[in-house]
């Protein structure tokens, strides 16, 4: 499974960003899909991920309300739009694949970078002040 990232750079803070991760997997709609941030001063951490059906999404408390994942089984896509963006969003984005089949059965994610099986190549985004 090959996963490519785009959409990231540089804005300004309160400014709305959309990244977005693709695949010409077949089996895309079967994966469960999350985003994660790695920092210089962190570790990759989950921002948010989402079931394989669409059903239910999580979010990190720092972008609730202002994060939106979706997922196009269509298009084999997954989308994170990033609204009134702040510094602390600052980071590399990683989409991530979860081809678990117990949680395509049971609609849900993982919250464990562990448990994705494939990575894109990650896309910088800066959020200056």
Known sequence: ?????SGG????????????CTTSDRAFSL???????????????LVAAISPRGTNTH??????GRFTISKDDAQKSVILQMDNVVPADSGVYFCAAETNLEAWYRDTYSDRPTDYDYWGQGTQVTVSS
């Open 1 to 5: 499974v090959q996963l490519q990232a």
């Open 31 to 45: 994966y469960a899909m999350g985003w994660f941030r790695q920092t210089s001063r962190s570790d990759r951490e």
């Open 9 to 20: 750079g540089l804005v300004q803070t309160g400014a709305s960003l959309s990244l977005s």
């Open 59 to 64: 979010y990190t408390d720092s972008v609730k």
